[in-house]
């Protein structure tokens, strides 16, 4: 029986890969992703997060019989989701190393689908298993709040144009 994975919403056959294999090196090695990073391999840092189904997981630690018949997205798949996380991530030169920062980009992506105006506390709480060795979590945070204040005031100016 094929066993399949949606990855950025296409349909990848995986019934050729040990099932325990996780998802990390199969995204990596075997899709050439290789935005989702590997960081300690013990899902503690955040550097491999991806979504699945929508909620920040970590991938390095995911196995891809657990993975099977589920909607994942990797940094790659929110080109066209996250554009104003991305461009507010450059404006306020939030990477210093740049290595956790798909990471975090995939994570403050699932927080503002989910919610629009979140609060600092929030903010950190959502991001607390992204580690960066840098320190730029205010960097992040800050970066975070912008792209949110923008999104809302994107939404308001198309309702006020209708």
Same mark, same amino acid.
């Given at each position: 029986?094929?066993?399949?994975?949606?990855?950025? !919403?296409?349909?990848?056959? *995986?019934?050729?890969?040990p099932e325990q294999m996780p998802l990390l090196w199969f995204i990596r090695d075997h899709l050439h992703l290789t935005g989702t990073?590997?960081?300690?391999?013990?899902?503690?840092?955040?550097?491999?997060?991806?979504? *699945?189904?929508?909620?920040?997981?970590?991938?390095?630690?995911?196995?891809?019989?657990?993975?099977?018949?589920?909607?994942?997205?990797?940094?790659?798949?929110?080109?066209?989701? @996250?554009? *104003?996380?991305?461009?507010?991530?450059?404006?306020q030169n939030v990477a210093q190393c740049g290595y956790c920062q798909s990471g975090q980009i995939v994570a403050a992506t699932a927080?503002?689908?989910?919610?629009? @105006?979140?609060?600092?506390?929030?903010?950190?709480?959502?991001? *607390?298993?992204?580690?960066?060795?840098? !320190?730029?979590?205010?960097?992040?945070?800050?970066?975070?709040?912008?792209?949110?204040?923008?999104?809302?005031?994107?939404?308001?100016?198309?309702?006020?144009?209708?």
């Amino acid at each position: 029986m094929a066993k399949n994975l949606m990855i950025n !919403g296409e349909s990848i056959d *995986v019934s050729d890969q040990p099932e325990q294999m996780p998802l990390l090196w199969f995204i990596r090695d075997h899709l050439h992703l290789t935005g989702t990073k590997y960081g300690c391999g013990k899902a503690l840092c955040g550097a491999c997060t991806v979504l *699945v189904e929508g909620t920040p997981t970590r991938s390095c630690q995911l196995p891809l019989s657990v993975a099977e018949g589920r909607d994942i997205t990797t940094i790659e798949g929110l080109v066209d989701v @996250n554009q *104003v996380i991305r461009e507010v991530w450059v404006e306020q030169n939030v990477a210093q190393c740049g290595y956790c920062q798909s990471g975090q980009i995939v994570a403050a992506t699932a927080l503002l689908q989910s919610n629009p @105006n979140p609060s600092e506390q929030e903010i950190e709480s959502a991001l *607390v298993g992204n580690l960066c060795r840098c !320190g730029t979590y205010s960097r992040i945070k800050a970066a975070i709040q912008t792209a949110a204040q923008r999104i809302q005031q994107s939404a308001t100016e198309e309702l006020e144009g209708e």
